[in-house]
């Protein structure tokens, strides 16, 4: 048990009280965390375009003062009434979206839809008791996807935290808690490349370089980058992308350039860019069929009276992964036989990764060299300087900043030395300058 367990601990947070306003740094209460809850110290957090996305109200009806953030690594301060599978010391990493282990969707193999905590962005309170744990002088402050990591301390649900192992660095892996493992699971656990393979990759920012980095892991032979931006495709290198392609730099549409370059197209794709053209581009770009086949579903689709001009039909054993969220208006339009040729379209959400399940294999995956997560991480940047890191994000000149409690470093390593935790890190910093920075959109 910690001396602040039990009751309310005076911290810093990056509070934002407008829309789009800077985040102000502010001495708030947190509340102790109350059943099935637990009080997390929160040393490193990374600002993630969907932080952004809801600070400018973009996705919600605006909901202020609230506290941001759910990429992060901390250790447990203290446990709610109920909670078993944490203690005080542990390492963890809070997610956004949850698993209770009671539900349908927790017992399946299948699916990471926890029907109590699944993602939920308009949710700003606790789901015990409808209120917040976050206030200032009284006033109560928002969650945020129920998580809330711009804070030196947070309560998060207890099934929205992965006990991690504690060798693992903190300020490296806590970039697994969204973006990073939403990319790599959707090539290894959805895509599933075989060794070998070509996979093509629809947007190079943070979770496209994850997917393509999944790509690489797979022992794929060809990863074939796709952006509009022509200045990632040196950086893509760096994840294993073998190939660039920018569809303004052709005529026709980038899936005939795509099958054109490969025989009649990839194995695999990923799109991560939610825009509806790339979609359907990541689907149609995967195996066009032999000319003798198209001839004939050609004459079949005359006989059937279906118009075929303008259609390219592709099959065979191609999977196209979608991740990216398209705009709520948007249409997914291709010929059913694209279908009906055996290639499958699937979505995906956070890579089908169970947060609490499945997120100590991917840390263990980093401390075995296996997966590199250095090369994501472009600026570090201290807490009080975490609207640096938004204007990073504005100007697309990041993938992953790390935001660091460093006032919070040395009574971690004093509370570790009590509870028994090693608090062994490698705090090195990789800073890079605005001219070494690719530009990110």
């Not at 637990?38 to 600070?55: G, M, Q, S, Y």
């Not at 809070?94 to 939920?120: A, Y």
Request: charged share 20%; aromatic share 8%; net charge neutral.
């Amino acid at each position: 048990m910690t001396a602040t367990a039990g009751q309310v601990i005076k911290c810093r947070a990056a509070v934002a009280w407008e829309a789009g306003k800077p985040l102000v740094i502010e001495e708030v209460e947190v509340a102790p965390p109350q059943a099935n809850e637990v009080r997390l110290k929160i040393l490193f957090t990374a600002p993630c375009c969907t932080d952004v996305h809801f600070w400018e109200a973009k996705g919600q009806t605006p909901l202020f003062p609230r506290i941001f953030g759910h990429e992060a690594g901390g250790i447990v301060e203290s446990v709610g009434e109920g909670v078993t599978e944490l203690q005080p010391g542990d390492h963890v990493l809070p997610v956004f979206t949850g698993e209770c282990g009671k539900c349908l969707h927790c017992k399946s193999e299948e699916s990471n839809m926890c029907d109590l905590l699944r993602i939920n962005t308009d949710r700003s309170t606790m789901i015990i008791d409808g209120k917040t744990r976050f206030s200032k002088n009284g006033q109560p402050i928002y969650h945020f996807l129920g998580t809330s990591t711009f804070s030196e301390y947070t309560v998060v649900h207890a099934g929205c935290v992965a006990k991690i192992n504690p060798a693992a660095p903190l300020d490296k892996v806590c970039i697994l808690s969204c973006g990073i493992c939403t990319g790599l699971g959707a090539t290894l656990n959805v895509a599933k490349p075989k060794k070998g393979s070509s996979v093509a990759i629809f947007g190079l920012g943070a979770v496209g370089l994850a997917a393509a980095e999944g790509a690489r892991i797979s022992g794929a032979a060809r990863i074939i980058g796709v952006d509009l931006n022509s200045s990632r495709s040196e950086e893509a290198k760096k994840f294993g992308v073998t190939e660039f392609v920018n569809p303004k730099d052709h005529e026709k549409p980038v899936q005939e350039v795509i099958a054109e370059m490969t025989d009649g197209g990839v194995d695999r794709s990923v799109e991560c860019t939610g825009s509806i053209q790339a979609m359907i581009s990541a689907f149609e770009c995967v195996h066009d069929i032999s000319p003798s086949s198209r001839s004939l579903l050609s004459l079949v689709c005359h006989q059937r009276r279906q118009p075929s001009v303008g259609v390219r039909h592709h099959a065979g054993w191609g999977v196209a992964v979608l991740v990216g969220v398209p705009n709520k208006d948007d249409a997914f339009k291709t010929h059913p036989m694209n279908f009906l040729n055996e290639r499958t379209l699937k979505g995906t959400f956070y890579g089908n990764y169970k947060h609490r399940t499945d997120l100590p294999s991917v840390v263990e995956k980093y401390l075995n060299k296996e997966l590199e997560l250095e090369k994501f991480i472009t600026h570090s940047v201290s807490f009080s300087e975490i609207n640096k890191a938004f204007d990073y994000m504005l100007k697309g000149q990041s993938i992953r900043n790390i935001v660091e409690n460093t006032s919070l470093l040395n009574t971690f390593v004093v509370a570790s030395k009590d509870i028994g935790v090693s608090a062994f890190y490698n705090f090195g910093r990789r800073k890079c300058s605005e001219k070494s920075c690719p530009k990110r959109s």
